[in-house]
Structures are given as structure tokens and as C-alpha cells.
């Protein structure tokens, strides 16, 4: 079950959250990982068929797990598929976030050779972008993603991942990109300079040769 394939899909139009798709964070695994978490709206309806979808593919890699390992069941439980946002305060936003991740190098468990990856970043259009910009928090993304499952003993819950494959680029901001409005500034009538842009309500937060099955831990469902 584990060497099954994975099937792909396609999520909704999401605001990025320390988006990590430029190069790898190697800071907990020195392998190096690709991130980010997209942000919704709880309440629309396309986030709310996404997490369905989620749940349902979640619960059915549980129920296989289960099976295939009984004397687990005991006291296991599903986790999450998404969480909610919290501010610097730690309050809620309002938000929930979804994480997609890939694996930015390592070892094939097929073939036993080293790979290393990266998401292949294309723009609204559909173009593919061979030298993409700084993608920052607040950009609007869409990510392709391949869906998978672990269960984690010192906790006794089974996570569902989702494995990033590419991401679409609908809306940019750029990592660093600062505007008006990140500065508590509006706009006003007054002095215009010849090269400005009107105010903006925007946020500002490979080489394959692996298999993707090669991407989740070991037990991976």
C-alpha cells in the first residue's frame, strides 16, 4: 500500500503563508524541505469542499492502516487536516491553513539513489516560470499536491500530508515586497510622484529523479 500512487489534485486559490518555495528550509532537516501553508476563509465554499476531500482521503488511509496493523487501533485517533491561524498574540485570525510540503533531497526507497526535487513554479497563464521570482506571504497561490498518511506512535494520531508537486502563481508579492498599507498608511489627496502606484490592500506576510512515493516517512500510507 505504501508503493501505491498517489492520485493528484488541484487546490483552491489560497493566500500564502511563509511560503518557502524558493529554496529549501534546511532548518529542522538538513535534507532540506519545501513549504507553505495557504490560508481560506472557513466559510467558502471552496475551502469547504477541499477539506471534505481531505477528511474523507484521511479516513480512509486511517481504516487501511488500521487493518493492516490491529493492534494499534487502541486508543489511536485522526488528526486535523488543517489548523486554524493564529496572529502574533495568538489570536485567531479568522483563517485556517493548509500545509503542502515536498522533500527537497534524499534517497530513493525504490532504486536506492540519491534525488533531489523542487516545485515547478508556473504563472496564471499556465507558463511554466524557469527562473521564478521571490515568491512571498500574501502572494495567491494554487498548489498541485499528492495526498498520503503517517501515523505517529508517541501521539497516537494519524496525520494526512499533503505532498506539493507545483504550485501556480495567480497574484504576486514578492518575498520583501513592502506597500502603504504595511506601514498603517492610506491613501490621500496630495502629492502623487510620477512612478507610484495606486494604494493596494495586498498582504505581505527540478532535478527529479525520484519516484514520489519516495517523499513520505517511512509507514507512510
Known amino acids: 500500500m505504501a508503493t501505491k500512487k498517489r492520485e493528484r489534485f ?3 486559490k489560497g493566500t500564502a503563508v511563509w511560503p518557502r518555495l524558493n529554496e529549501p528550509d534546511t532548518k529542522f532537516k538538513p535534507e532540506g ?5 495557504l490560508a481560506f476563509d472557513p466559510n467558502d465554499k471552496d475551502f469547504k469542499a477541499l477539506a471534505k476531500k481531505l477528511e474523507t482521503r484521511r479516513d480512509e488511509l486511517f481504516q487501511e492502516f488500521l487493518s493492516e ?6 486508543g ?3 488528526a486535523p487536516v488543517f489548523t486554524e491561524e493564529t496572529d502574533e498574540n495568538g489570536d485567531d485570525t479568522g483563517r485556517v491553513l493548509v500545509k503542502f510540503k515536498m522533500k527537497a533531497s534524499g534517497v530513493s526507497k525504490r532504486t ?6 523542487r516545485p515547478d513554479i508556473f504563472d496564471a497563464r499556465g507558463k511554466k516560470i524557469d527562473n521564478p521570482p521571490q515568491i512571498g506571504g500574501g502572494s495567491e497561490l494554487k498548489v498541485s499536491y499528492e495526498i498520503g498518511g503517517s501515523f505517529v506512535e508517541s501521539a497516537k494520531k494519524f496525520y494526512l500530508t499533503c505532498y506539493m508537486v507545483a504550485v501556480q502563481v495567480i497574484e504576486l508579492v514578492e518575498f520583501g515586497q513592502r506597500n502603504a498599507k504595511d506601514y498603517g498608511f492610506g491613501e490621500e489627496d496630495g502629492y502623487e510622484a510620477a512612478d507610484s502606484a495606486p494604494f493596494s ?21
Open 112 to 117: 536506492g539513489k540519491k534525488f533531489t526535487m
Open 69 to 74: 496493523n490491529p493492534k494499534k487501533k487502541k
Open 201 to 221: 490592500d495586498s498582504d505581505d506576510d527540478s532535478d527529479d529523479d525520484s519516484d514520489s512515493d519516495d517523499e513520505g516517512d517511512d509507514g507512510d500510507y
Open 33 to 37: 524541505e519545501y513549504t507553505v501553508s
Open 10 to 12: 488541484v487546490s483552491p
Open 76 to 78: 489511536a485517533e485522526v
